[in-house]
C-alpha cells in the first residue's frame, strides 16, 4: 500500500493556500492527487488547519479516482495511520511538475529528489545539505513516521519527514537545474508565476489542426481562448447551444429557407465542434483521454440534420429520391474518412465545412448536380486511395 501526503499550509506572497491556487480551472493540489494516483497511491492523506469547501473538493477528486482521503492537522496524527510495510510518497506544497519529467525509475525504491543548492534554494525549495536542496517530492518508507511521535505537535511535517527519509537512507537523486528555467520544475511561490504556467500548460494541450478543416481549426482555437474558464461548464453549453441550432436549422429547411439554413448549421457545427474541443483538452490536461462516444452521437445528429436539411420539404411519396443524394453524399464522406491518408482525414470530417461549401451552389441553384458530383469524386477518391494503398503494400 503507498501513502501520499499532501499539505495546505503555505502560502503565496499574496497571502492565499498555494494548495487552491488554480491551474487549468483546478486547485493546484488536485494535479498532486493525480500524480499521486499515477504512482500507484491509494490513499491521500492531507495536513489541512481546516475542513472547508476546498477540502470537501480535493476530497470528491480524491474519492472520484478511487482514493481513500483522510485529513490531518499536524505529526502526531500520522503515527497511528501509517504502518511499517507501507510506502509514503511525499509532495511538497505548491509543487507543479510536468508528469514526464520525473526520473526514469523514481517510485521502484525510497529515493528523495535533489536540485543543485544554489538554483533549488532561489526557486523556494528546502536545503538538505551544503551541495543539495529538496526537489519537492520523495518516497520513502512508511515507518519513518513512527518518529514523529517524539517531535512537538506543532513542528513542520513535510521538513520532518524528509529528514527522516534521508536518515532512513533514501537514495538522493540529482535532477538538471535547467528544469526549474522551462517552468516543468515550478514550486508556486506567487500567483503571477503560475498564471504563466497556466498558459504554457494550456497551449501544450491544444491539439493541433490546420486550416484545411477550418472548422476544427477555428473550433480549437475557440477552446483555447475559452479555458481554463470555460472548462467546467463550456462543453454542456456549447453542445446545447449546437443542439438547439441544429433544430433551428431543421425547421428553417423544412419553410423552404435552404441557404439560411445551411448557415445555422454550419454554426450549429462549430458550436458542438467547440464543445468537443474544450472536453478534449479538459482531458489533456487532465492526462486521461476519455472514449469519444458523445462525439460520435453528435456528428451522427449533424449528418442526420444535413440530410434532413437537403431534403426537405418532401413529402412522403417524394421521401426516397430526396433523402438518396444527401444520404449517398454522407455515406461516402464517412467511407473516404476511413481509408483517406491522414492529411485528408480532418477535412472530410469537417461537417462545417461541408456546410459552407454546399451553400455555393444552393445559392446558384444547383445543389443537386453537385451533390452527385461530390458524391462521384469521394466514391473515385476511395478507389484510389484503396488502389494505392495496395500497391505501396506490394
Known amino acids: 500500500m503507498r501513502t501520499a501526503l499532501l499539505s495546505t499550509l503555505e502560502l503565496t506572497r499574496e497571502g492565499q493556500p498555494r494548495a487552491f491556487e488554480r491551474l ?3 486547485p493546484l493540489i488536485a494535479w498532486q492527487v493525480d500524480l499521486a494516483r499515477e504512482l500507484g497511491c491509494d490513499r491521500i492523506i492531507c495536513l489541512s488547519t481546516k475542513n472547508d469547501a476546498n477540502i470537501q473538493e480535493i476530497k470528491a477528486i480524491a474519492e472520484q479516482a478511487d482514493m481513500e482521503f483522510q485529513l490531518v492537522a499536524g505529526p502526531l496524527p500520522l503515527v497511528g495511520m501509517l504502518s511499517a510495510d507501507q510506502e509514503l510518497l511525499v509532495i511538497a506544497d505548491g509543487l507543479v511538475i510536468e508528469r514526464d519529467a520525473l526520473p526514469e525509475g523514481f517510485g521502484s525504491r525510497p529515493s528523495v529528489l535533489a536540485l543543485p543548492d544554489e538554483p533549488g534554494i532561489a526557486a523556494g525549495f528546502e536545503r538538505i545539505d551544503s551541495e543539495h536542496a529538496w526537489a519537492g517530492i520523495l518516497l520513502a518508507r512508511a515507518n519513518i513516521a513512527a518518529q514523529l511521535a517524539e517531535m512537538p505537535p506543532d513542528s513542520d511535517t513535510i521538513s520532518l519527514l524528509l529528514r527522516l527519509a534521508l536518515q532512513s537512507g533514501a537514495k ?13 520544475w515550478l514550486l508556486v511561490k506567487e500567483s503571477e508565476a503560475l498564471a504563466t504556467r497556466e498558459q504554457a500548460l494550456l497551449d501544450q494541450s491544444v491539439e493541433r489542426s490546420s486550416w484545411t478543416a477550418p472548422g476544427i481549426a477555428l473550433s480549437r482555437r475557440i477552446a483555447r481562448a475559452l479555458a481554463p474558464d470555460g472548462l467546467a461548464r463550456g462543453p454542456m453549453i456549447a453542445n446545447a447551444l449546437g443542439i438547439a441550432t441544429t433544430a433551428g436549422a431543421i425547421g428553417l429547411a423544412q419553410a423552404t429557407y435552404l441557404i439560411p439554413a445551411l448557415g ?4 450549429a457545427a462549430l458550436a458542438i465542434k467547440t464543445g468537443h474541443a474544450l472536453s478534449r483538452l479538459k482531458s489533456r490536461l487532465l492526462g486521461v483521454m476519455q472514449a469519444g462516444k458523445g462525439e460520435a452521437l453528435y456528428k451522427l445528429l449533424l449528418d442526420l440534420a444535413l440530410i434532413a ?4 420539404p418532401t413529402t412522403l ?3 426516397p429520391r430526396s433523402v438518396f443524394l444527401p444520404l449517398l453524399l ?5 467511407l473516404a474518412e476511413q481509408m483517406a491518408p491522414d492529411a485528408w482525414k480532418q477535412p472530410l470530417q469537417d461537417r462545417v465545412l ?11 441553384g444547383v445543389l443537386e448536380p453537385v451533390i452527385a458530383g461530390l458524391s462521384l469524386f469521394t466514391i473515385t477518391s476511395c478507389l484510389f486511395f484503396q488502389r494505392k494503398t495496395k500497391i505501396t503494400r506490394a
Not at 454522407?330 to 464517412?334: E, G, H, K, M, P
Not at 459552407?356 to 445559392?363: G, Y
Open 264 to 267: 445555422l448549421l454550419a454554426i
Open 309 to 312: 436539411i437537403l431534403s426537405l
Open 172 to 184: 538522493l537523486i540529482p535532477l538538471e537545474p535547467e528544469r526549474l528555467d522551462t517552468g516543468e
Open 24 to 26: 487549468g480551472g483546478r
Open 317 to 319: 411519396e417524394q421521401a
Open 354 to 364: 461541408l456546410a459552407l461549401i454546399l451553400l455555393v451552389p444552393a445559392w446558384f
Open 330 to 334: 454522407i455515406a461516402v464522406l464517412r
